[in-house]
């Protein structure tokens, strides 16, 4: 069962990885630019805004499967007691110390300011465009 849902949920990831990287692509190239022009504002706002529950999604799945690889059962019933969103911390903490693997913890790090940054991005776009 232990390896069941620790490949599922890397299996969902690496189905989500390389959608969430076009979205990257996207956001960068097309909404950021978007977002100069007050007409195209409040839309660039709304699609950061989407597009964070993406990458989210994405990073939970990575933090869960590290975090149940890491510490079985207890890793993953407290990261999700943890508001939900404790799988991420809990899988940084399973990678770096557990697994050994720095590059993965660097990873959920890198995608958690990502994901949280074009929420807080979006939702100022949406505030700061013309009613």
Do not use: C, N
Not at 12 to 18: A, C, N, R, T, V
Not at 35 to 60: D, E, M, P, V
Not at 64 to 73: E, K, R, T
């Amino acid at each position: 069962m232990r390896e069941w849902i620790t490949e599922t949920t890397l299996h969902l990831y690496s189905i989500l990885l390389p959608i969430s990287q076009w979205a990257f692509i996207i956001s960068i190239v097309l909404l950021l630019p978007m977002a100069i022009f007050q007409r195209t504002r409040s839309l660039a706002g709304s699609l950061l805004f989407a597009l964070s529950y993406l990458f989210g999604i994405t990073t939970w799945l990575l933090g869960a499967g590290i975090s149940f690889a890491s510490f079985g059962w207890w890793g993953l019933i407290l990261g999700l007691i943890i508001f939900g969103i404790g799988v991420v911390p809990i899988g940084i903490i399973g990678a770096y110390f557990e697994l050994g693997i720095t590059g993965i913890a660097v990873s959920l790090i890198f995608m958690s300011v990502i994901t949280y940054g074009t929420r807080l991005l979006g939702a100022y776009f949406v505030d700061k465009s013309p009613s």
